[in-house]
T-cell receptor, first 105, second 117 residues
Framework: TQLLEQSPQFLSIQEGENLTVYCNSSSVFSSLQWYRQEPGEGPVLLVTVVTGGEVKKLKRLTFQFGDARKDSSLHITAAQPGDTGLYLC?????FGAGTRLTVKP | GAVVSQHPSRVICKSGTSVKIECRSLDFQATTMFWYRQFPKKSLMLMATSNEGSKATYEQGVEKDKFLINHASLTLSTLTVTSAHPEDSSFYICSGATSGRSYNEQFFGPGTRLTVL
């Protein structure tokens, strides 16, 4: 079973701060996805990373895929309350436990 | 982006009854659909994978006779929870994937909250 470990599990920060969340595995993935989920809703796809070492930017969000395609990170710059949610990484239809982010105004 | 709908969004039923949840891909053909279960403040647990016209593949520990999945068309999959019990209460989410995109990209429905009394 391919396990995806996400850290931190919980993160509470003030508006304007930067943060990084991590997704790690001992397995190699052909691609990893990052999703954001809000309470009572389904996850929404943010990005797919495919190539080792790849960096993708989505406004204030920067996603990186590790060179060995075993890990990924999500960096948010100048976080806003609207960024609050559960951030999930996924590989091969398996999900990590998620990082629950709260951004306080 | 691709849109997936689920119906109903919420359902409350009595113990012992069966409940059917529909998952529809609205603007794409979902060659594969996935069903997940999510407990409060937990991540998604894959229950089964279904390909259009084929029997679903269930994950270890998921009872196929209890959670009946039908994927009769490229835009519709259904999950029927048979003889529901309170421990089946959960948030059920479906997703669709298409061969036209990266296989691992899934587009999720909004989920169905099932409460079994």
């Amino acid at each position: 079973t391919q396990l995806l470990e996400q850290s931190p599990q919980f993160l509470s920060i003030q508006e304007g701060e930067n943060l990084t969340v991590y997704c790690n595995s001992s397995s190699v993935f052909s691609s990893l996805q990052w999703y954001r989920q809000e309470p009572g809703e389904g996850p929404v796809l943010l990005v797919t990373v495919v190539t080792g070492g790849e960096v993708k930017k989505l406004k204030r969000l920067t996603f990186q895929f590790g060179d060995a395609r075993k890990d990924s990170s999500l960096h948010i710059t100048a976080a806003q309350p609207g960024d609050t949610g559960l951030y999930l990484c996924a590989g091969d239809m398996r999900f990590g436990a998620g990082t629950r982010l709260t951004v306080k105004p | 982006g691709a849109v997936v709908s689920q119906h109903p969004s919420r359902v409350i039923c009595k113990s012992g009854t069966s409940v059917k949840i529909e998952c529809r891909s609205l603007d794409f053909q979902a060659t594969t659909m996935f069903w997940y279960r999510q407990f409060p403040k937990k991540s998604l647990m894959l229950m089964a994978t279904s390909n259009e016209g084929s029997k679903a593949t269930y994950e270890q520990g998921v009872e196929k006779d209890k959670f009946l999945i039908n994927h009769a068309s490229l835009t519709l999959s259904t999950l029927t929870v048979t003889s529901a019990h309170p421990e089946d209460s959960s948030f059920y989410i479906c997703s669709g994937a298409t061969s036209g995109r990266s296989y691992n990209e899934q587009f999720f429905g909004p989920g169905t909250r099932l409460t079994v009394l």
